[in-house]
C-alpha cells in the first residue's frame, strides 16, 4: 500500500508539473522545465543520500511544484521582493503537495512533514531539511549554474556573492559533493575566487 501511495504521490506531482509551458531542452527534446527540475532532484537526492526517507523524497519531488504560476515579475524586482516571491512560492509548494498526499491517505504526520521539509523550517538542525537543502544547492551547480554564469557573464562580484551564500546554505557534505562535480574551467575559477 506505502509504496502504491508514494509512486501515486510521485505521478501526480509530475503530472502537475509536465504542464510548465516553459521548455527546456534535454538530449534534443523539449521537456517542461519543472517536471525536468523535479526528476533531477529526485535523482541528485539518491546520489547524496541512499537512505533518504518517503517524505524526503515526495519534499525533493514537489520542490517546484507549479512554480510557474506565480511568475518572478509579480513582485517587485528587488531583494526584498525576491524574498516575499520565495516565501510565497514554498507556503503554495507546500500546499500543494500536502493536498496530493492527502488524496492518497497519507497520514497528517508524514504531511505536515513534508510541508515542514519544503518550507526549510529549521536549516542547519534538522538533518532532512538540510539534505533538501544540500540538493537543491548540488541541483543548481550541476545543471543551473553554467547558465547563469553565462548570463550574468559582465557581474562577476553578483556570481562570486550567489556562490558564497549557496555555500553558507550547504553542509560539510554537500560541499565535499560540490567539488567533486565535473565544472567547467570558468566555473571552477569562479568558485574558487569565492570560497578564497
Not at 10 to 21: G, K, V
Not at 75 to 95: A, C, F, S
Not at 148 to 167: G, L, N, S
Not at 181 to 186: F, Q, T
Request: proline fraction near 4%.
Amino acid at each position: 500500500m506505502s509504496q502504491d501511495r508514494f509512486h501515486d504521490t510521485i505521478a501526480e506531482i509530475d503530472r502537475l508539473n509536465a504542464q510548465d509551458p516553459n521548455m527546456e531542452n534535454k538530449d534534443g527534446k523539449s521537456i517542461p522545465k519543472e517536471l525536468l527540475y523535479g526528476q533531477r532532484m529526485s535523482t541528485m537526492l539518491l546520489e547524496f543520500d541512499q537512505n533518504a526517507s518517503e517524505t524526503l523524497k515526495i519534499a525533493a519531488r514537489g520542490q517546484h511544484i507549479q512554480r510557474w504560476t506565480i511568475p518572478r515579475d509579480s513582485y517587485p524586482m528587488d531583494r526584498k521582493g525576491y524574498l516575499m516571491w520565495r516565501t510565497e512560492l514554498k507556503k503554495i509548494h507546500g500546499k500543494l503537495v500536502s493536498s496530493i498526499m492527502e488524496k492518497y491517505g497519507y497520514p497528517p504526520e508524514d504531511i505536515q512533514h513534508v510541508d515542514y521539509l519544503i518550507n526549510k523550517r529549521r536549516l542547519k538542525t534538522d538533518p532532512e531539511t538540510q539534505c533538501l537543502e544540500d540538493v537543491v544547492c548540488l541541483v543548481f551547480l550541476k545543471y543551473y549554474f553554467g547558465e547563469f554564469i553565462a548570463k550574468h557573464a559582465e557581474e562577476e562580484e553578483k556570481i562570486i556573492d550567489i556562490i558564497q551564500k549557496t555555500w553558507k546554505k550547504m553542509s560539510d557534505k554537500g560541499h565535499e559533493a560540490a567539488l567533486k562535480m565535473g565544472h567547467s574551467d570558468k566555473a571552477l575559477e569562479l568558485v574558487q575566487k569565492a570560497l578564497s
